[in-house]
C-alpha cells in the first residue's frame, strides 16, 4: 500500500509529515512511501535522506496512486473533492473551523483521520499531536519573549551593581503552558502561572514555577482540557488577575479549548496598567486571543496608562513551524504511531473496535462520524 507524504502549501507551514527515520518505520511495516520532492526542505532533510531511507521521491503526488495520504495543516475542500473513495488521510484537520473540508471528505468518502482526535489516554500518547506541538509551543513563545524584552531575565550580582530577575507570569499551564515554565525557569526568570484547573497547581510547582490561586471554583473539562467559563466567572477572574499582569515584566498567555474560540483573559486595560518595556506572547492568537487587541503574526505596541511607553502584544502565529526540525521530528512519530496502530500486513486497515481508532476518525465511508463536527456541519439537525 502506498502513503504519500505531502509537501506543504500554506505559506509559513515549515514541517513534514514524514522524516527519513520515520519513512524507515513505515517501510518496516511493509508500506511504500513516496515522498514530494522538496517535503522536508525547510525542516532539514533533502530528498537524497528520505531516498536513502528507502522512500521514493516524485515531483507531485498525484491522490489516485495513494491509499494513504499524510499531511500537516488541514487539507482544502478543493483537494479534498479530489482524493478518491476509500483514501485514508492522516493529518491535522481542524474539524471546528473547517467544516467544508469535513464535508467534502465525507462526500467523497475518505477515511479521514485528525491527529486533534486522538483520545488522550496512556496508549495514544505516542499519536498525540496536540501534546508535541505544543511543547514545540510553550518553548518558543519563552525565546520570542526574551527576545524582546530590553532586560535580562536571570538575576545578576555585579560589582556595577544587582540586576534583579525578571517576573514572567504564565496564564494556561496545559502542556504549552508547563513547557513555557520550564523555559522561563532555565533562563533565570522569576515564574509565577494560572490556570483555572486545579490540579495544575502541583504540575507549575513541579516545573519550579509559584502557583496564582484565585480562590475561584474549580473548572476541569473532558480530557484535561479547561471548559469555558460563564461570563460573570470570566469577568471576576480578570478582576483578580489584573494585580498579577500588572507586577509581570513578562505576560505569556497559553489558554486554550479545543474546537472554540480562545477564551478572553486579559483586558486591553490589564495591558496598558503594565510597566512600560513589558512583553505578552499570547499563544492563542490565531485562535482569537488570550489578550484583548492580539494579532496573530504580528507585533503591536500598547501605550501604557501613564502615556510615558509602550507594552509590546506579541501574536503568535504557527508557533510550531518556528522550529520546524524537532517540530517535525515529533509531529511525524505521531504520525507513523498512528499508522501503525492500523497496518495490518502491509496495508493500512482501520480497526473501528480500537478506541484510539474510532477516537481519531473524523469521517468513514461517507459519514462524518465525529458527532460534534457532524452536528455543525449540518447545522445541528
Known amino acids: 500500500m502506498r502513503v504519500g ?17 520515520t519513512v524507515t518505520q513505515l517501510k518496516a511495516l511493509g508500506l511504500e512511501v513516496l515522498v514530494e520532492s522538496g517535503a522536508g526542505a525547510e525542516s532539514g532533510h533533502t530528498d537524497a535522506s528520505y531516498t536513502g531511507a528507502g522512500a521514493t521521491v516524485v515531483p507531485q503526488l ?23 473513495a476509500g483514501t485514508v488521510t492522516v493529518g491535522l484537520a481542524s474539524p471546528a473551523s473547517e467544516l467544508a473540508t469535513v464535508a467534502a471528505l465525507a462526500t467523497a468518502g475518505v477515511t479521514a483521520f485528525a491527529l486533534e482526535l486522538v483520545p488522550r489516554i496512556s496508549r495514544a500518547q505516542s499519536m498525540d499531536a496536540l501534546t508535541s506541538q505544543s511543547l514545540v509551543s510553550g ?22 551593581g544587582t540586576i534583579p530577575p525578571a517576573r514572567v507570569l504564565v496564564l494556561g499551564a496545559g502542556v504549552a ?42 473548572v476541569e473539562g473532558a480530557g484535561g482540557y479547561a471548559r469555558e467559563l460563564s461570563e460573570d466567572r470570566a469577568v471576576r477572574q480578570r478582576e483578580l488577575l ?53 494579532v496573530a503574526g ?48 502491509g496495508a493500512v486497515t482501520p480497526d473501528f473496535t480500537d478506541e484510539v481508532v474510532a477516537g481519531a476518525c473524523l469521517t468513514h465511508a461517507g459519514t462524518i462520524r465525529h458527532a460534534p463536527t457532524a452536528a455543525a456541519v449540518t447545522g445541528g439537525h
Open 177 to 218: 503552558g508547563l513547557q513555557a515554565i520550564a523555559t522561563a525557569k532555565r533562563l533565570g526568570a522569576r515564574v509565577s502561572a494560572y490556570d483555572v484547573r486545579p490540579a495544575s497547581a502541583d504540575e507549575v510547582t513541579s516545573m519550579g514555577g509559584t502557583f496564582v490561586n484565585l480562590d475561584l471554583d474549580a
Open 242 to 294: 489584573a494585580p498579577y499582569v500588572a507586577a509581570a515584566d513578562v505576560m505569556i498567555t497559553t489558554a486554550a479549548i479545543p474546537g472554540r474560540a480562545a477564551p478572553l483573559l486579559v483586558t486591553h486595560d490589564m495591558v496598558t496598567a503594565m510597566r512600560p518595556g513589558s512583553v505578552v506572547v499570547d499563544l492563542a492568537a490565531e485562535t482569537g486571543g488570550n489578550v484583548e487587541g492580539v
Open 62 to 84: 498525484t491522490p489516485g496512486d495513494l491509499g494513504v495520504y499524510c499531511h500537516v495543516r488541514p487539507l482544502t475542500p478543493e483537494f479534498a473533492a479530489t482524493l478518491p
Open 5 to 21: 507524504i505531502a509537501r506543504e502549501r500554506l505559506r509559513g507551514e515549515r514541517r513534514v509529515a514524514a522524516t527519513p527515520e
Open 139 to 160: 518553548y518558543r513563545v519563552v525565546l520570542e519573549a526574551a527576545i524582546r524584552f530590553p532586560r535580562f531575565f536571570p538575576l545578576y550580582m555585579t560589582a556595577a
Open 298 to 345: 504580528q507585533d503591536t505596541l500598547v501605550p501604557t496608562e501613564g502615556g510615558d511607553g509602550t507594552v509590546t502584544l506579541v501574536g503568535m502565529k504557527d508557533a510550531p513551524s518556528t522550529m520546524p526540525a524537532d517540530a517535525s521530528r515529533l509531529y511525524a512519530k505521531n504520525v507513523a504511531n498512528l499508522l501503525a496502530l492500523m497496518t495490518v500486513d
